[in-house]
């Protein structure tokens, strides 16, 4: 069965430094792969995807992410945050078992320092 | 704009009671989704529809019910028997068969039950 890994529950950085957020996924072909942002109380926005192709993904607001599939992974990353970065973070896998369902890391929490 | 709704946005029961929470939208997608969200356990979910008339139990459908009579609509039941029901309850849409596996998702409902 798929599954998605996100091991930092908490992170905080600085406004103006690069970030890193983990996602491991566990799936035996190629995966559908997904990053949400959640602002508190309100639902997920795509923030982008991948399916096939250049494994350097671009997405909104100034993020990318990379699948490595030697470490099965999809990290997200953004060169400087700034404090509407604040959020909740969630990694997601297409499952392919007969419907298209998502299954979706347990999130990370971003807080920003000013 | 095309979009999903959910309404209400905060919602109160008391124990015992079965509350109904609506999920609308307009994107003209067949495939809908209800999404269970606690802290610290991101999203659950609950139950699927892919097309109209038809819906299949997710990871943890027990003590809810659905309908899917419309295209448009897929309102999530939360009945007396689920032992925790309060959560934050997402809805999300996606278009099937197209190897798109994107889900777009709903404000959310917070319900509280006491």
Not at chain 2, 71 to 83: D, N, R
Request: hydrophobic share 30%; with cysteine.
């Amino acid at each position: 069965a798929q599954s998605v890994t996100q091991p930092d529950i908490h992170i905080t950085v600085s406004e103006g430094a690069s970030l890193e957020l983990r996602c491991n996924y566990s799936y035996g072909a190629t995966p559908y792969l997904f990053w949400y942002v959640q602002s508190p109380g309100q639902g997920l926005q795509l923030l982008l995807k991948y399916f096939s192709g250049d494994t350097l993904v671009q997405g909104i607001k100034g993020f990318e992410a990379e699948f490595k599939r030697s470490q099965s992974s999809f990290n997200l990353r953004k060169p400087s945050v700034h404090w509407s970065d604040a959020a909740e973070y969630f990694c997601a896998v297409g499952a392919i078992q007969g419907a298209q369902k998502l299954v979706f890391g347990q999130g990370t929490r971003l807080t920003i320092n000013p | 704009d095309g979009g999903i709704t959910q309404s209400p946005k905060y919602l109160f029961r008391k124990e015992g009671q079965n509350v109904t929470l609506s999920c609308e939208q307009n994107l003209n997608h067949d495939a809908m989704y209800w999404y269970r969200q606690d802290p610290g356990q991101g999203l659950r979910l609950i139950y699927y529809s892919q097309i109209v008339n038809d819906f299949q139990k997710g990871d943890i459908a027990e003590g809810y019910s659905v309908s899917r009579e419309k295209k448009e609509s897929f309102p999530l039941t939360v009945t007396s028997a689920q032992k925790n029901p309060t959560a934050f309850y997402l809805c999300a849409s996606s278009v099937p068969g197209t190897g798109d596996y994107e889900q777009y998702f709903g404000p959310g409902t917070r319900l509280t039950v006491t």
